[in-house]
T-cell receptor, first 111, second 113 residues
Framework: QKEVEQNSGPLSVPEGAIASLNCTYSDRGSQSFFWYRQYSGKSPELIMFIYSNGDKEDGRFTAQLNKASQYVSLLIRDSQPSDSATYLCAPEGGGGNKLTFGTGTQLKVEL | DTAVSQTPKYLVTQMGNDKSIKCEQNLGHDTMYWYKQDSKKFLKIMFSYNNKELIINETVPNRFSPKSPDKAHLNLHINSLELGDSAVYFC????????????FGQGTRLTVV
């Protein structure tokens, strides 16, 4: 079992729709969860983080965490073409020592 | 000013050569990392330093040797380069050890021919 699993996609959604990105992780000790966005040929940049079970909203982005199910998700409302990128899920692992990245989900927002 | 900067941005070299990648952060962070992103876009940690001390060394061949002369710098030296070393190498830093946001450099695309 991979440490962090994401559907590689591509996930295609029409402009204005909600994009739902999912991630499962194996390390039950993970306490912090990060979502990074990576445009093609660019470096990853942080868009959301969540520590507690439940939902956390920031603008058009909502992160959802369920530690019991070892599941974290990212919702993007009113998707825009500029949201087209790869989204990397990264639970903190190793006792707080490192981020373990999933392989990422490629999102395509179509006009 | 660039927060985390790496040089060079592109590096093309022949098998067997030795090369170095430099990284500097001006954020005042305590922790720095090297990540490798392969052709399948999988981003994996290689090394982590906290206050110049090596904390994480993920199963990386001995040909890879990081060096941190001070908190703001973390360099990566690679000996006897192999074709499989071709990847994008990202340097990153975070404010403190554990569970905090990592800021990434622009990456160094290494191509071994």
């Amino acid at each position: 079992q991979k440490e962090v699993e994401q559907n590689s996609g591509p996930l295609s959604v029409p402009e204005g729709a909600i994009a739902s990105l999912n991630c499962t992780y194996s390390d039950r000790g993970s306490q912090s969860f990060f979502w990074y966005r990576q445009y093609s040929g660019k470096s990853p940049e942080l868009i959301m983080f969540i520590y507690s079970n439940g939902d956390k909203e920031d603008g058009r982005f909502t992160a959802q965490l369920n530690k019991a199910s070892q599941y974290v998700s990212l919702l993007i409302r009113d998707s825009q073409p500029s949201d087209s990128a790869t989204y990397l899920c990264a639970p903190e692992g190793g006792g707080g020592n490192k981020l373990t990245f999933g392989t990422g989900t490629q999102l395509k927002v179509e006009l | 000013d660039t927060a985390v900067s790496q040089t060079p941005k592109y590096l093309v070299t022949q098998m067997g050569n030795d090369k170095s990648i430099k990284c500097e952060q001006n954020l005042g962070h305590d922790t720095m990392y090297w990540y490798k992103q392969d052709s399948k876009k999988f981003l994996k940690i290689m090394f982590s330093y906290n206050n110049k001390e090596l904390i994480i060394n993920e199963t990386v061949p001995n040909r890879f040797s990081p060096k941190s002369p001070d908190k703001a710098h973390l360099n990566l030296h690679i000996n006897s380069l192999e074709l499989g070393d071709s990847a994008v190498y990202f340097c990153a830093s975070s404010q403190e050890w554990g569970g905090t946001e990592a800021f990434f450099g622009q990456g160094t695309r290494l191509t071994v021919v």
